[in-house]
């Protein structure tokens, strides 16, 4: 995912009841159930069931090895209905129980495959509510059978889940449906084992209305009529958070022979665009890094409510609409996405306190292809942003959660996003390179790719190959004390390598000459300035300038009326304290226009800490919250309330 570092600074409640408080109700009785009872007061015990602190799943005793979807999309009650078959694999050959996560769903019967070939009602249990984890759902079996299915319905809280009224959408014509499953939100939508230790291939057949396209993470190629009935097949195999759907007024576009625009006709042309170097971008990491396992590598551009920059459903990349500029600016999101299919989709960590094992790779890899695609320079200005973002994050942190590896028990693992995993995992990575040189660590990075493919990983198994590999191999280069250093302690190591940027020096200067009255702002050189040099500009502009100045930068640059989100942001992060009146009317429009979190959390922020402008903050909220993503609501109303 693309990281939103908004999420920080959430109260977090640690609310998991003592196991042995855990009790349970019965939702279904039928003939089996009653058969099978008495076992099932005696073999239901909630211990130790699970590899992964936030899924109830028993993984150690079976395993879903296939799932098949069987869904309906009804936009008027705002449910998926459907039916979720599991192909089971039994390891423990004394289990007899099958448990599932679920979250706001609504259970309507539990079936198995007897050995006659025959399905029968089986009897399940569903647990109380975690309000982190969900509900377990416990299938009880008299015998190991081959698959199990699940009916159920979706309900208004699945978190999963965004229903967009026809308003919310771009072209306005027809409503949206998407899905968001990281970290643990699939199961809101799909019982199923939600924990990335194991990985599942799926197939799906999906039900909307007619005049309605439907997309997956999976093989989207089955669908060339649109007429509300489509299949999918993802033969590789993926963890539940990975599993995604959107439906929408969708139409394609090839960029390339591996690649495409998946969108609302109003961005389908600008995406294509934009995104121009998606195969490229393919093309390089394949070089670098080994074969790309996924078939197509397709865009799906969403309403601007989506919450994330991007979210990295195998085959179809999720991405906000906020990044399409015009200019190419901001396609280092779509190398991040793209990365992923490395770090992370093939290599994914095994739990969410292994995150960094994720993201800090896909941000070392999206730098890398930056290098490779647009040059050095770019690629050090966009490292040196990250790190003083990191910088910021790390400010706000408990000590503890600037550590790689961090322990999540108790804890939202969405609560495990902030900058942290991301820019200190990839400057770490960039640490070992400097160290053995960027030839020997491209071949260490394409190794482990390779031999951890289709895997989950752990830190402890990293640091097991990486002393294999490199440490061992060139010995008295790094030592292991080090590696820990960086990974298990809190901080930044202090021979941290940050690539310094001529670019930004530059900038810096020529600010400097305007505040020293040196020379006007329009004689300032800034002719070849990129999106990223703006940005620097405007987070080194000091925090006290007064009205004057406001009114002379915003003459010249346009900055209040800038369509590049994330210039628009910094200047209104900066002006919105000074109370500049000409920010306030461009605000309300992009906040009851964009939802995504990153932009959103902190302009609200900046309101709420204004003491003129609490009221208004509260007014713009009521009026943008319909066309905000759960979870930005609830980022936003933590801020505000
Ligand atoms: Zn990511």
Partial sequence: MHYDRAKLNQEVPILNPPRSCIRFFVVLLSLQFFLATKTLANTIKIDDVSLDSHSFANIKDVQTTHLNLDLTVDFTRKQITGVAEHQLNWLNPAATRFVVDTRALVIEKVQALTAANTWVNVPYILGIADPIKGQPLTIQLVAQVSK??????????????????????????????????????????????????????????????????AVMSADNSKNQVRDGDYEFDMPQKVPAYLIAIAVGDLHFKPMSAHTGIYAEKAWLDKAVYEFADTQKMMDVASKLYGDYHWGRYDLLILPSSFPFG???????????????????????????????????????????????????????????????????????????????????????????????????????????????????????????????GAQRFDQFMAAYFKKHQFQSMDTEKFIQFLQAELLNKYPNT?????????????????????????????????????????????????????????????????????????????????????????????????????NYPPIFTPLRDFLTTVGRSKFVVPLYRELKANPEKTGLATTIYREAKPGYHPLTQSQVEKVLF
């Avoid at 690629?379 to 040196?384: I, L, P, S």
């Avoid at 020293?516 to 500009?537: D, G, I």
């Fill in 478 to 578: 790094v030592s292991l004390a080090e590696v820990q250093r960086w990974i298990f302690l809190p901080g930044l190591p202090k021979d941290v390598v940050v690539s310094p940027s001529d670019a930004f020096s530059k900038v810096e200067q020529q600010l400097g000459l305007w505040l020293a009255q040196e020379t006007p702002l329009r004689q300032l050189n800034t002719k070849q300035w990129s999106v990223h040099e703006w940005l620097h500009f405007i987070n080194k502009l000091p925090r006290d300038l007064s009205l004057e100045q406001l009114t002379a930068l915003d003459e010249v640059y346009r900055f209040s009326s800038s369509k590049n989100a994330e210039i628009f942001v910094a200047w209104a992060r900066l002006t919105i304290p000074l």
């Fill in 148 to 213: 199990v299915r699940i009916f159920y319905h979706s309900t208004e809280a699945s978190s999963g889940l965004q229903w967009l009224g026809i308003a919310q959408t771009t072209e306005k014509k027809q409503p949206f449906l998407f899905s968001q499953s990281q970290a643990i939100h699939a199961r809101s939508w799909i019982p199923l084992q939600d924990t990335p230790a194991i990985r599942i291939t799926y197939q799906a057949k999906v039900k909307t209305p007619p005049e309605l396209l």
């Fill in 310 to 436: 991007g979210m990295e459903n195998p085959r179809l990349s999720f991405i906000t609409p906020t990044v399409i500029t015009g200019d190419r600016s901001l396609v280092s999101l779509i190398a991040h996405e793209l990365a992923h299919s490395w770090s992370g989709n093939l290599i994914t960590n095994s739990n969410w306190n292994e995150l960094w094992i994720n993201e800090g790779f896909t941000n070392f890899v999206e730098n890398r292809l930056m290098r490779e695609v647009y040059g050095a320079a770019r690629a050090d200005m966009e490292a040196n942003l990250s790190y003083h973002e990191l910088l910021q994050d790390m400010a706000d942190l408990a000590p503890e959660d600037t550590a790689l590896k961090v322990n999540l028990t108790g804890r939202d693992p969405d609560d495990a996003f902030s900058q942290v995993p991301y820019v200190k995992g990839q400057l770490f990575l960039t640490w070992l390179e400097s160290k053995f």
